[in-house]
């Protein structure tokens, strides 16, 4: 058995101690730490907030450590028990790796845990101890780890069937809000931590609406008994990373529903979506997955091409089921559907990239973006989600409304979920075509183009028309609205002096006058730049040309920008036939 006792020993330092128990090492023992933690593709060293790595006999006499890679060490045990001690730094505010202060803690153990190598499968046992500081004596603990001792919310003893499980359920511990209700018969709880006045019951009532429809969509009973919502409240923030019986999640408070009754906020739509998405993963990768994540190998990259189905079809399921379990109105879902096509066709990089190939380079291209992104790479959750809205429609039409992209994923759930198969590279398009009776490679062969998906046509099938205007400006997502007459063609931030520019379009005017990431702009035709300057643009009519001046560094430049008509990129779906669109949006609200 390996046992671990961590402790916020530290809040002010942001320090975990950690304390892990081999009872039957190896004679040689090796020790190692994820390099990367699943749903989130990314390799992030967790290894390098490791301090002070000791090892001892049962007579605390100290063994001699060994280093052997960033993330590997060794110690000879003589197959004797031994205890492995060391702190971890935790001060990511993200939900990825850990973070301590004196008002929360958070983790996950896939970057405070060491494993122990060739007893990964064995049963493993967890202590976690309450700080010792006074500001903290009324902290509580969450997590979905199976508890042997202590009270619920309480710190204590936990178990887990091996460290696979062991890092796949997040702890959060601190000040929290809680509130709970039941979906389809499981205890759903929620948790808050962070200063906030939501309406819980509010928030109650609406997730609930939006499990009982993932459940059911899937069939009963749920894959597991408890499900957890742990969400940090912030100023600002977002984010979310699923996990076998729960997701950690980060939003600004002001997301939060603050009563009862009332219109949905943007916030408070996109914070719901963020949880449909999420939960959906208790499906869609957690328990269906690439055969490449069986096991999951967390010392190195694991590539798949299949990520556009495990995100993207899940990026278009999350704002979908808002929808359809009652949280929003149908206009309200298709300016949502707008906005996410409006991010895919404002990128240039969508026309350089399959989806196949975003799938595959997303440790490197889509995790690690810089400035120039948006002219290079395609985001497989974004244009993922349309692949899915495509098979979706597709099934529709093709079937009569026989078959949708539900019955692929109740597909998926029975002969790869319930069963531990995982999925090949061609296993969707296999079972897309049995559904549709025909061969669907030509659908299929979108996977590996980087064109524009044939949606306005099929969409015109149901009801919807699909159009593009010009953005509005920099807060311009997508939808109804009205665009402006002239475009700059980068993104830019106002500054004390100017605005610092932050993106440039591919052949856009910023481009061709010579504008790049990072350059501060501090004056256009004579007058000096500010957070206005899309609408300073107005005035002027194409094929005239303006002064530049900024800064690059501490050099002064000068540029002509070529007045110009703004693209036409944001995409607007409007409802047009109601009888239409009721084949795929149903009853419509």
Not at 89 to 100: I, M, P
Not at 536 to 543: E, I, K, R
């Amino acid at each position: 058995m390996i046992h671990y006792q961590i402790t916020p020993s530290d809040p002010h330092a942001h320090l975990f101690d950690v304390c892990m128990t081999l009872s039957s090492p190896a004679a040689i023992q090796q020790l190692w730490l994820p390099s990367w933690l699943p749903g989130s593709y990314m390799v992030r060293d967790f290894a390098k907030n490791l301090i002070g790595l000791m090892a001892s006999d049962t007579h605390g006499n100290p063994l001699k450590i060994r280093q052997l890679d960033k993330q590997t060490w060794e110690l000879e045990t003589e197959c004797q028990p031994v205890k492995v001690q060391y702190q971890v730094y935790a001060w990511d505010l993200s939900v990825r790796t850990a973070f301590l202060d004196s008002r929360r803690g958070f983790f996950n153990g896939s970057s405070v845990f060491l494993a122990a190598r060739g007893q990964e499968h064995k049963p493993h046992r967890l202590t976690i101890t309450p700080p010792a500081l006074l500001a903290c004596d009324d902290w509580r603990l969450a997590t979905t780890l199976t508890r042997t001792d202590g009270s619920d919310w309480g710190f204590g003893d936990f178990r887990a069937d091996s460290y696979d499980e062991l890092i796949d359920h997040p702890v959060e511990m601190g000040r929290f809000t809680h509130a709970s209700f039941e979906a389809c018969g499981v205890r759903h709880d929620i948790v808050l931590a962070g200063r906030h006045h939501a309406c819980l019951p509010r928030l109650c009532r609406d997730l609930k609406a939006i499990c009982e429809y993932q459940i059911k969509l899937f069939g009963e009973p749920a894959p597991f008994d408890r499900y957890l919502f742990m969400t940090a409240v912030l100023d600002e923030g977002f984010g979310g990373l699923e996990h076998r019986q729960s997701t950690a999640l980060m939003c600004g408070r002001e997301d939060l529903p603050k009563t009862q009754e009332g219109a949905v906020s943007k916030g408070y739509r996109t914070y719901l979506s963020l949880c449909s998405h999420e939960y959906f993963h208790n499906w869609n990768v957690k328990r269906i997955k690439p055969a490449r994540f069986i096991p999951y190998e967390l010392e190195a990259e694991s590539y798949t091409r299949q990520l556009w189905a495990y995100e993207g079809i899940t990026s278009y399921y999350d704002d979908l089921i808002t929808f359809k379990s009652g949280q929003v109105d149908t206009n309200t879902y298709l300016t949502m559907l707008s906005e996410l096509m409006t991010r895919v066709y404002r990128g240039s990089g969508r026309f350089k990239q399959s989806l196949k190939d975003s799938s595959f380079n997303a440790w490197t291209k889509f995790y690690k973006q810089d400035e120039n992104a948006q002219n290079a790479i395609v985001s497989y959750y974004t244009k993922g989600a349309l692949f899915a809205l495509l098979v979706d429609l597709t099934l529709r039409q093709e079937t009569l409304g026989k078959f949708s992209l539900d019955d692929l994923m109740r597909l998926l759930w029975q002969e790869h979920g319930q069963t531990g198969i995982g999925t090949g590279e061609h296993c969707h398009q296999r079972l897309v075509s049995r559904l549709l009776g025909r061969d669907c490679s030509d659908l299929f062969a979108w996977l590996d183009s980087s064109d524009d998906l044939p949606l306005p046509a099929m969409l015109a099938k149901f009801g919807i028309n699909m159009s593009l205007r010009s953005s509005s400006g920099n807060q311009d997502n997508g939808g109804p609205g009205e665009g402006l007459k002239i475009g700059f063609g980068a993104k830019y931030k106002a500054e004390s002096v100017g605005v610092r520019i932050i993106t440039v379009a591919s052949n856009s005017p910023a481009m061709q006058a010579g504008l790049s990431a990072g350059d501060l702009l501090i004056a256009v035709d004579g007058l000096k730049a500010n957070g206005s300057l899309d609408s300073f643009l107005q005035q002027y009519q194409p094929g005239q040309q303006l002064e530049l001046v900024w800064f690059r560094r501490d050099e002064l430049m000068l540029g002509m920008l070529q007045i110009c008509d703004a693209p036409q990129d944001t995409v607007v779906l409007t409802l047009t036939d109601k009888t239409k669109a009721k084949a795929w949006l149903g009853d419509i609200t």
